[in-house]
């Protein structure tokens, strides 16, 4: 089914036809259309028309109103002050509206047919070591912003670009060559869970950093061994590879926690350009966009420079021959434009790491990796602080796990839901599984509603609460509508566009009809925080109309019963389809 026209989109075009008519020469101006709180949309484009026409605002807007000849949809627009023009609409047209939308299975959100591929690279923790808070956010935002995409019509190529690859691996590497059992802990076949598989990793680590340390000849071996695992020794190079199989039992257990997908072939981390580095040194120097400098190669930009006012340069090839994190991520572009066709690269990334990819992403344009048709964005994000505004630490001061905080919101959360459960009628089974959605989303939900660019404080009462902007508060909103349907009887919902709305019905139908341009508008803008704040504002509304609008009891007529059972029945629609994007589970019963 073609996309829904908005309300906003359906008054634009007639006010757009009102200015033709009467104001020929002015036929291509914007009439500068939005909500407002005066009726239900204002129209103040006409202030800078006059100006530019030299003319009086208030005639002028009366000249376009008279000019829009009796519709079904335009029920009154009043001029006011300085030629704004405050527009309210049939309640007719509302309910058209939505029923058009409640008809389609996307809820009249537009599907972009002709979209490009966008890369996303997001969730991107290190081989042998365990996932902490930090990894949150660029796993949770990413994770929205693919669905999000997916949903308006992008092709979306999931990319984790796991720490895999560098120095610290010559060290693990020939530590078990050397201690070969100490990475065995079943019998052969059995299961080990991600935990085990990174307690492991994490013994070895500390075992082997312990003896590079404190001993030189060993020292020089693990060194001898990086040396190897570059140059793809087949011994140190299956060893390598036992390292990065256990870290993925712990990675995919720590995603499975978070409710969320991981494929093994989109794991495709900094070995996954090895091969690649040379020629990029070698296409970037040629090109002249690179240039030696103390032996090292270097790209140089006019506004970065040092304390000392020295430039400071993005090396891509060290003096000694090996290769940074630049190297890495211009090869990784250079695969995804070249190999992946894409035609935008997101990067949900730590805005600390903000100068790299800026000096990364103009190299790439300099050496025409990145174009017009081609562009990069870095989609970064602020640090998670505890409740007393500073990164957040465990007592001891140590980085929190991130399965430890994952655990913490569940038993949180399960306890919320057990209060509510006997009313409710849930089963054990049913409580430990809402348990788990409510905490996962709850975590999810309080990041995924600050703006991405904005540190957020990790306070876990807060986000278990079911007051406020919350996960909770949408969740038992949706399970609060799905409970009418169980005492309609043999009511159904049926749209009766020839009733006269109350204002909690015309309020909460608007914003129903907004859903199409949130969605476009946070996927252009890479913004899940904007659809988090309609979801929030739809499940306020609807508890106004809930609380003003008998469905149920006391019993309203039969049309509009069935009217405002098709007012709930969208809302829940609407709730399930955007918390879905947002990765958010949404229990029938809670």
Not at 141 to 169: C, K, N, P, S
Not at 304 to 316: M, Y
Not at 371 to 380: F, R, S
């Amino acid at each position: 089914m073609a996309s829904v026209p908005s309300l906003a989109s359906t008054v634009q075009q007639r006010l757009a036809d009102g200015l033709s008519a009467a104001l020929p020469e002015a036929a291509s101006a914007d009439p500068l259309l939005r909500r407002s709180d005066r009726a239900d949309f204002q129209a103040n484009g006409i202030l800078a028309l006059a100006k530019q026409l030299k003319g009086n605002p208030r005639e002028l807007a009366t000249k376009v109103v008279d000019a829009i000849p009796a519709n079904d949809v335009l029920k009154e627009i009043e001029v006011s002050g300085p030629g704004f023009l405050n527009i309210t609409v049939t309640d007719a047209a509302i309910i058209d509206t939505l029923a058009a939308r409640a008809a389609d299975a996307r809820l009249g959100v537009p599907f972009n047919e002709s979209a490009g591929t966008t890369v996303i690279d997001y969730a991107q923790p290190n081989v042998a070591k365990e996932m902490h808070v930090g990894h949150l956010r660029s796993a949770v935002i990413g994770a929205a912003m693919v669905e999000i995409l997916e949903f308006t019509g992008e092709t979306v190529v999931r990319r984790h670009h796991i720490g895999d690859w560098g120095t610290q691996f010559g060290m693990l590497i020939q530590y078990l060559i050397e201690h070969p059992h100490e990475l065995d802990h079943k019998a052969e076949g059995d299961d080990v869970s991600g935990e085990e598989a990174m307690s492991n990793l994490n013994r070895l680590y500390k075992a082997s950093r312990t003896l590079f340390d404190s001993d030189e000849e060993f020292k020089t071996r693990a060194r001898a061994r990086v040396v190897d695992l570059q140059a793809g020794d087949p011994e140190t190079l299956a060893m390598w590879q036992r390292f990065v199989d256990e870290s993925k039992i712990y990675f995919y257990s720590v995603f499975e926690k978070l409710d969320m997908d991981i494929n093994d072939p989109d794991i495709v981390g900094e070995s996954g350009y090895n091969d690649m580095l040379h020629e990029t040194c070698r296409l970037l120097e040629e090109s002249g966009v690179a240039v030696r400098s103390e032996g090292a190669l270097c790209v140089f930009f006019d506004d970065v420079k040092g304390p000392d006012g020295n430039p400071t340069p993005l090396i891509v090839q060290k003096s000694d021959g090996g290769f940074g994190y630049a190297a890495t991520d211009l090869s990784a572009i250079r695969d995804r434009v070249g190999n992946l066709k894409a035609t935008s690269l997101v990067y949900v990334v730590d805005a600390r790491q903000s100068l790299h990819f800026k000096m990364v992403f103009e190299t790439a344009r300099r050496a025409g990796w990145l174009n017009d048709d081609v562009k990069a964005v870095q989609l970064a994000f602020g640090t998670v602080l505890g409740k007393d505004g500073k990164p957040f630490k465990t007592r001891e001061g140590e980085t929190v796990r991130l399965v430890d905080l994952l655990d913490e919101a569940v038993d949180r959360a399960t306890a919320v839901v057990r209060e509510k459960a006997e009313k409710v009628g849930l089963s054990e089974s049913e409580i430990v599984e809402n348990g788990r959605y409510v905490g996962i989303g709850a975590v999810k939900y309080a990041d995924l509603s600050t703006s991405a660019a904005r540190d957020y404080k990790f306070d876990l009462d807060q986000m278990v609460s079911l007051n406020g902007d919350t996960s909770v508060y949408l969740q038992y909103a949706y399970a609060r509508i799905r409970s009418i349907f169980g005492k309609a009887g043999d009511r159904a919902p049926l749209a009766h566009p020839e009733l006269e709305l109350a204002p909690a019905e015309r309020a909460l139908g608007l914003h129903l009809d907004q859903f199409g341009e949130v969605i476009s508008e946070t996927a252009a803008e890479h913004a899940p925080h904007k659809l988090a704040a309609y979801l929030y504002q739809l499940a306020s509304l609807y508890t106004t109309f809930y609380d003003q609008c008998p469905v149920i009891k006391p019993e309203p007529a039969q049309e509009v019963a069935e009217n405002r059972l098709f007012l709930c029945d969208l809302t829940a629609r609407t709730l399930h389809q955007g918390m879905a994007l947002l990765g958010i589970r949404t229990p029938e019963r809670l």
